[in-house]
């Protein structure tokens, strides 16, 4: 069945620091990818999305690209800001049914 | 446009007792997915609905349900309350279509079981 990896937290890193969350997936099809951000006492929101291979997601400095040889969606940022700070989720969804998460990646910013 | 909205907040509850959560999803949106999420597991999907009917279910015991009314409010049922139910329940609501990908989450009830 469909599935989403992604790396284990929690990720603390200094301001401006470059930033990589793994995920991969697995799916039977050709799934759409996604990753979702939770800043602390919110619900999830969308941060980007890429629907087929070799697609670049991309918002607010962060990006990611849909690589179907290796089945990963890793989000990267080249910069990161205290605001960043927050649990990153790798997602991913065929034809708009179920979508699958991962467990989430907890990412701490320090000034 | 106002967001997803969940009721209550917070719940505090004792094993064995049921409780039933609420999410209101954004207007014109008809479908509403819940997902329970834990520390360690991350976000598990239990079930969507899309008018009125369910339509896609998670790997949940029969004691998780829920249900859809005509304005596309959602409840969430859960019976029999086990210490292992400790959570937060998210709400997603999302406009239906193939290119219409993008779920709008609400803020979530926490729900802690005694």
């Known amino acids: 069945g469909d599935s989403v990896t992604q790396m284990e937290g929690p990720v603390t890193l200094s301001e401006e620091a470059f930033l990589t969350i793994n995920c991969t997936y697995t799916?039977?099809?050709?799934?759409?990818l996604f990753w979702y951000v939770q800043y602390p006492g919110e619900g999830l929101q969308l941060l980007l999305k890429?629907?087929?291979?070799?697609d670049k997601g991309s918002n607010k400095g962060f990006e990611a690209t849909y690589r179907k040889e290796t089945t990963s969606f890793h989000l990267e940022k080249g910069s990161v800001q205290v605001s960043d700070s927050a649990v990153y989720f790798c997602?991913?969804?065929?034809?708009?049914?179920?979508?699958?998460f991962g467990t989430g990646t907890s990412l701490t910013v320090i000034p | 446009k106002a967001g997803v909205t969940q009721t209550p907040r917070y719940l505090i509850k004792t094993r064995g007792q049921q409780v039933t959560l609420s999410c209101s999803p954004i207007?014109?949106?008809?479908?509403v997915s819940w997902y329970q999420q834990t520390p360690g597991q991350g976000l598990q999907f239990l079930f969507e609905?899309?008018?009125?009917?369910?339509?896609n279910k998670g790997n949940f015991p029969g004691r998780f349900s829920g249900r859809q009314f005509s304005n596309s409010r959602s409840e969430m049922n859960v019976s029999t309350l086990e210490l292992g139910d400790s959570a937060l329940y998210l709400c997603?609501?999302?406009?239906?279509?193939?290119?219409?990908?993008?779920?709008?989450f609400g803020s979530g009830t926490q729900l802690s079981v005694l």
């Open positions: 997603a609501s999302r406009m239906m279509g193939p290119t219409n990908e993008k779920l709008f």
């Open positions: 799916a039977t099809g050709y799934p759409s």
């Open positions: 890429a629907t087929k291979a070799d």
């Open positions: 997602a991913l969804s065929e034809t708009g049914n179920q979508f699958y």
């Open positions: 207007s014109g949106h008809r479908s």
């Open positions: 609905y899309f008018s009125e009917t369910q339509r």
